[in-house]
C-alpha cells in the first residue's frame, strides 16, 4: 500500500501543478474576492480579501488533492461511492481545523460567526459535496490522468453525464488485489506482465493476444515488446536525438524502438 500510496501522490502533485488546476485556483479566488462571502465582504477590505482568500483557496485546493490520493490508496476504482465518502470525512476533519487557524490571524473575522468551527465545518461539507457532484456531471472538470485512473474517462451521455469506459477482456484475468485501470503490458518470454496502478501480475499469454483483449482501450507499441495505454502517458524524456522513453502516470519509463517511433511521431505521441 506504501508503494501505491507513493505513486498516487505523484499523480495527484502532477496534477496540481498542471494548468487546469491553476485556472481554476485563480477563478476560485477571483470569484470569493469580488463576491466576499461569509461576511467577507464587510469584515475585510480589498487588500486583505486576497490574502484571506488566496491562503484559503490554496491550503483547500491542495488538501483536496491530498486526500484524493489517499482515497484511490485505500479503496479501489470500483468502489467510487466509497472513496468519494472518505475524501469528504477527511477534508471535513483536517480542513475545517485549517481554514479556522487561518481566519484567528484576520482579527475583523475571528469575533465574526464566520469564524466559528461549526460554521467552518457544515460549509467545508457543503462545497465538498458539490464539487464531487460537478465532477460527475462535468467530467472534464478533472485532469485526463485522474479520469482514466477512476475509470471515467467515457462518453458523454445525452443527459450530460459521463458512461464509464468500458473495461477491457484483459482486466477479468487479473486478481483483485492488483485490478485497475491498466497502464503498460509488457512481453517477458511466454509471459506478460500487466502493470496496473495497484501492482503488476505475470500472465501466461502473447503479447499480441494480450493487446488484443485491451479493446477498447486506446494504446500504443512502443517495442516489440511493449504496449502503452495512451490515457497513461505523462511525459517523454529523450537522450540525445535517437534514444527516447515514455514515462508514464506510474513512473515507469517504456523504450521506444526505431520501428515504431515514426509511428508514434505521426500519432502526436513524440
Known sequence: MRDRLKKNLTIHFR?????????????????SVVAGPFGTMDLLDLKSRFVFWGV???VSVVAGYLVRAVAFTVFRPDRRI??????IALLVALLSPAIWWIAQSFPAVTGANTARLGFIALYVFIIALSVIVLRYLIPEMEPGALRFLSGEDGEMLPDGTARQSPQPRLVRRLE????GPILRLTSQDHHVEVATMSGTQMLRMRLVD????????EGYCTHRSHW???AAIDRIEREGTQKCWIVLINGDRVPVSR???????AAGVI
Open 82 to 87: 466509497a472513496q468519494e465518502m472518505l475524501v
Open 210 to 217: 494480450a493487446i488484443d483483449e485491451m479493446d477498447p482501450i
Open 259 to 265: 520501428k515504431y517511433r515514426p509511428d508514434l511521431e
Open 15 to 31: 496534477s496540481l501543478c498542471n494548468l487546469q488546476t491553476g485556472l481554476i485556483w485563480a477563478c476560485a479566488v477571483l470569484v
Open 176 to 179: 483483485p488485489e492488483v485490478a
Open 56 to 58: 484559503v483557496v490554496t
Open 228 to 230: 502503452i495505454a495512451c
